[in-house]
């Protein structure tokens, strides 16, 4: 069974950008949340705690930035 992934991003971010290209090069599927595009998404982003990006969840896992080792050690 694979985790739900969500990924909260914005248009002006390097790590985000990163974060997703990792994901799809492992064949992750994921959700993106835009909180520049999505005014509900920064608000979930808000009530968590988080006001920077990229922000991933994974299995209701939370990783704030580009964290690799992190990432990898929560898909398996």
Do not use: W
Not at 27 to 33: A, D, I, P, Q, W
Not at 40 to 54: D, N
Request: charged content about 30%; some cysteine; glycine content about 6%.
């Amino acid at each position: 069974m694979s985790k739900e992934v969500i990924v909260f991003t914005s248009n002006t971010c390097p790590h985000c950008v990163t974060v997703k290209e990792f994901l799809s090069q492992k064949g992750v599927s994921y959700t993106e949340r835009n909180v520049q595009t999505d005014p509900s998404a920064r608000k979930e982003l808000m009530q968590k705690g988080f006001m920077a990006v990229p922000v991933v969840e994974i299995g209701g896992e939370t990783i704030v930035g580009f964290d690799k080792d992190k990432i990898e050690e929560l898909l398996k």
